[in-house]
């Protein structure tokens, strides 16, 4: 009986490293794009659920800016004042107290938006009737 | 296992995988290159979606901007069915029921609809609001489906219906604003290539042209929402107290030639357009022409004043009422002797005009109607603006000279008249009425810009200056337009009450009502028309459309904060139209003067 050569064995056929490095690189490459089309599918996923949902609050945008518009229109106010039992009538010239830029012997003070607190004055009194 | 074995295996899986792969090459390449191109195309198509991208109408906003939304573009649905599913699933009538209750339809009209069994597509309700939809969506109905679509929504329904148009199923603008401005409203259509899967799932990836829809221009308005709704309530108070058969204001910024307000009666819901007639279409502002009568009586004073022909205490004899002129007899409603040309504005004496059109002659009075803008378009940014009237020298009768200073024989719009008075008012500045302020794209960027533009100067600042002050005693005790008074300004202004024409003679029963004014009178800021039609039984522009006047201009004024130009001058009482009713202010104890010119062709 002929006894195995181990060793011979040991260094039978053995794939090329080369040959072994551009197929182990290849199938690295080829799970490289298998992932890169899966998250560019999961991105494109996204995109389109994310323009849907924009699409959606678009619609919602415009739908609340219709009923907003109803609710402020003149007639819808004054239907509600009505309502309310709130009489209003516009002001005459003497009614409105006008607030006209700073004089130093002012005595009312208002904060303008963007500006430190500017003194003014007011020049009629209120009259209430 | 020697070398050689490993050697062979080797090979051989070597020959399979080869084998495996030219197999699949081979089949590769036969499903690409060897099908018919039929079949090629079929599956080409049934994966690739080809979708237009509806660009959504622009916004019409009022003066202040996107805060006030008048026109705007909602996504509604379809409620479709296909009546074959329906009908096979012996479900008609629950079906029928259950849209006719959330459609607010008749049950029968839907059953009928649903019950065609040879049909596969109908539409139940087309531009159903997306609450309503998704309601009927959660019961399930069998057979029914919907459609996404957008659709023109007006919030408040007939409010400022004439300026606003209306928009057709089609997208296309029908009239008013949306007509005139349609190419910045509308948009540009995008488009959208790419493919799907076998759920009809978009693959985004493999998205091949992605033109974004550019989104349609908003268009901001000179109208103030709140100038709009005084003035449209008032009109709608004069319909209903006079019985009157329409009726229509402009209100207009002197200095500018914005138009604050423009309405007219009657009137019609946009969302609903479709089902109004031509007659609640029509804007008469600017689409409808009338004899103004006494209204058109300072263009003749205003051009002699301006020729230096006359001043305000120049005599004319008004003959005690009755004038032959050509054989022809003009009356005054009110008898008179001799009257100053101020005094014949205030009590709007037929013959006093007659005769100061008889010293100005036909040619010079002609060239001053025209340098007014009678006979023209005032070229307003809206469809369907009438010329009004008025015929060349060459066709003038003999009394024609003696007719149109007091407003017959020619026909205007409204339109033209307050721009007439409004010129008056701003020292002799004719401007270029306007109502879109700003067109400007969804990123903010103005696309048009409208400026304040002078067309002409028909007389000097100071026959204007003189003007006012006479205009203004027409509203003062003697004049004939006292109900026309704010309390707190000085209001300048002239009635007219002017005989309709039907079947070719003046009618004694059918007037036309109007007044027309400014104010305050030392630094004018708004011109104001009041046109009230057939108002039945009272007629007289004093009575009928200077209240109505006197009521708008009082709630514009403090609403504008006009600075009253005078020291608090507050008219007392009984005449003053502020914060009253048009219908008790109007009728009763009406003390008119306004001259009614019996004359005729």
Not at chain 1, 94 to 104: A, K, M, N, S, Y
Not at chain 2, 93 to 98: E, G, M
Not at chain 2, 200 to 219: D, F, H, K, M, T
Not at chain 2, 422 to 428: E, F, K, M, T, V
Request: hydrophobic share 40%.
């Amino acid at each position: 009986m002929i006894r195995r050569n181990r060793k011979k064995r040991l260094h039978g056929f053995v794939v090329p490293a080369p040959y072994a490095g551009v197929v182990v690189l290849g199938m690295l490459l080829a799970l490289f794009y298998v992932w890169l089309g899966c998250r560019c599918d999961s991105l494109g996923k996204d995109i389109k659920t994310l323009e849907l949902e924009k699409t959606e609050l678009k619609k919602q945008l415009l739908n609340e800016e219709s009923r907003w518009t109803k609710m402020k229109s003149p007639g819808n106010l004054e239907m509600v004042l009505a309502k309310r039992k709130i009489g209003m009538a516009w002001p005459r010239q003497d009614q409105v107290i006008r607030l006209h830029e700073r004089v130093e012997d002012s005595n009312v003070s208002v904060k303008r938006p963007g500006n430190s607190l500017t003194y003014v004055r007011r020049n009629k009194m209120a009259i209430h009737d | 296992m020697t070398d050689q074995h490993t050697k062979g295996r080797f090979a051989f899986s070597i020959i399979v995988l080869m084998a495996a792969m030219t197999g699949l090459g081979m089949r590769l390449a036969f499903l690409h290159l060897g099908l018919e191109d039929k079949k090629r195309e079929g599956v080409e198509n049934s994966r690739r979606l080809e979708k237009k991208i509806h660009p959504g109408r622009g916004v019409i906003c009022d003066r202040k901007g996107e805060g006030n939304i008048l026109a705007i573009n909602l996504f509604v649905k379809d409620v479709c069915a296909d009546p074959s599913i329906v009908v096979k699933s012996n479900m008609t009538a629950k079906v029928a029921a259950l849209l006719a209750g959330g459609l607010d339809i008749p049950v029968d009209e839907v059953a009928v609809r649903l019950n065609q069994p040879d049909k596969r597509f109908v539409y139940v309700k087309r531009m159903v609001r997306q609450e309503v939809a998704a309601e009927i969506e959660k019961q399930k109905p069998v057979g029914v489906f919907f459609q996404d679509t957008t659709a023109r929504q007006y919030p408040h329904g007939n409010f400022m219906c004439h300026v606003l148009g209306f928009v057709n199923h089609e997208g296309v603008g029908g009239a008013g604003v949306e007509l005139s401005l349609d190419k910045y409203l509308r948009g540009s259509p995008g488009c959208i290539e790419t493919r799907v899967d076998a759920l009809r799932q978009e693959l985004y990836a493999q998205r091949s042209r992605y033109i974004p829809a550019l989104e349609g221009a908003n268009v901001i308005l000179t109208l103030d929402q709140n100038v709009q709704y005084i003035v449209e309530k008032a009109l709608d108070e004069v319909m209903v107290a006079h019985h009157a058969k329409g009726a229509w204001a402009i209100v207009e910024k002197v200095k500018t030639g914005e138009i604050l307000a423009m309405a007219s009666r009657p009137a019609y819901d946009l969302n609903e357009f479709s089902g109004a007639g031509d007659n609640a279409k029509l804007n008469r502002t600017m689409g409808m022409v009338y004899e103004p009568g006494s209204t058109f009586k300072p263009i003749v004073t205003a051009a002699a004043l301006n020729e230096g022909l006359i001043t305000p205490e120049t005599v004319f004899n008004c003959e005690n009422g009755a004038w032959k002129y050509c054989n022809r007899l003009l009356r005054d409603y009110h008898p008179y002797g001799n009257l100053t040309v101020a005094d014949g504005i205030k009590k709007s004496s037929n013959i006093l005009h007659a005769k100061v059109a008889l010293l100005l002659g036909e040619k010079r009075f002609y060239q001053y109607l025209r340098a007014f803008g009678m006979g023209q378009r005032t070229g307003l940014d809206l469809p369907g603006e009438e010329v009004g009237i008025l015929h060349p020298l060459s066709k003038w009768y003999g009394i024609s000279i003696t007719r149109i200073p007091i407003g017959q024989g020619i026909s205007t719009t409204a339109m033209q008249m307050v721009n007439m008075i409004s010129a008056i008012a701003n020292d002799g500045c004719l401007m270029k009425p306007y109502i879109v302020r700003q067109v400007v794209k969804s990123d903010g960027s103005i696309l048009f810009s409208n400026k304040p533009e002078v067309v002409s100067h028909p007389i000097r600042p100071e026959t204007a200056a003189i003007m006012r002050k006479m205009l203004l005693g027409v509203t003062e005790d003697g004049g004939t337009g006292t109900k026309a008074r704010v309390e707190g300004y000085e209001v300048a202004g002239k009635t007219g009450t002017a005989q309709k024409q039907v079947d070719g003679r003046y009618s004694s029963t059918a007037y036309t009502a109007s007044f027309l004014g400014f104010l305050p009178v030392e630094n004018p800021e708004i011109a104001i028309i009041v046109v009230v039609d057939e108002p039945q039984p009272v007629h007289l522009g004093g009575t009928v459309a200077a209240p109505v006047f006197g009521k708008i201009a009082n709630q514009v004024a403090r609403y504008l904060d006009i600075p009253s130009g005078s020291n608090s001058l507050t008219v007392p009482g009984e005449n003053v139209a502020a914060n009253r009713g048009v219908a008790t202010a109007g009728i009763a104890g009406a003390k008119e003067m306004d001259s009614v010119g019996k004359g005729g062709f």
